[in-house]
Structures are given as C-alpha cells and as structure tokens.
C-alpha cells in the first residue's frame, strides 16, 4: 500500500476528520429540523450517533488513514461508498433542512478534498 500521497498525510486526515465532523453535524441539523416536540431532543443525538456508528463499524482493512483495524471487514469499493454516502448525505441532509448556501459550500469542499485525496480514493478502489 503507498501511503505517501495527500490523502494519507496527517494534514488531510485533519481536515477529513472536520469534514466527518461537519457531515454528522449537518445529520444533527436535519435531525432537529425534522423532527417535531421535545423528540427532537433525542434524534439531534440519535441520528448522527447512528451514522457515526456505521461510519466506524464497516472499514477496509489496512486503511492507513484509520487503525488499520476493523469491526466489520468490508471491501475498498463498498467502503468508499459509505464514505461518499455519509459525506455527501451530510451535504443533502443540510439542503433538506434549508441551509442551502451550507450544504453547496459544504459538497463543493467534499468534491475537492476527495479529487486532493484521489491516491486513497484509488486505495480504496483496489482493496
């Protein structure tokens, strides 16, 4: 595995930890938007938490810009599918709340960061 790329440098693995950060939040934002009464209390919790859960139980083995380790092994390809699903549903689910400037600002981010950290994106596709 070549791990000297930008998308395995601590610096990039800073800012996706934001960008992670960023998405669960934006499911937090929707989370509450959607959900009406003092149930909104619970799922501004329960939504990202749930996400966050998937997010670090379903990795690739070996991913250097993680552990390495895994709950549930899962092929590169399907990994890089959660991935994009949980950035790109944080960017979607802000949308959906009404933060429209948010959410585009936030996809355009994502779009650049995935084209920076392509040799992990290709890492990922391989494994």
Known sequence: MSVGGL???PS???LRFLLELAA??????????VTPGALGYVTVVAVPLGV????GVFATPGDASRSGRT?????????????LAVFF????????AGRHTLAVVFAVVLAVY?????DRVAWLLRN
Do not use: D, K, N
């Open 7 to 9: 998308g395995f440098r």
């Open 12 to 14: 990039t693995l800073g």
């Open 24 to 33: 669960l939040t934006g499911f937090g934002v929707w989370a509450w938007q």
């Open 52 to 55: 966050a859960v998937l997010w």
């Open 71 to 83: 709950v549930v092994a899962t092929p590169g390809p399907v990994r890089l599918l959660l991935e």
């Open 89 to 96: 549903g944080g960017a979607a689910v802000l949308y959906a």
């Open 114 to 118: 995935h084209l920076l950290a392509w």
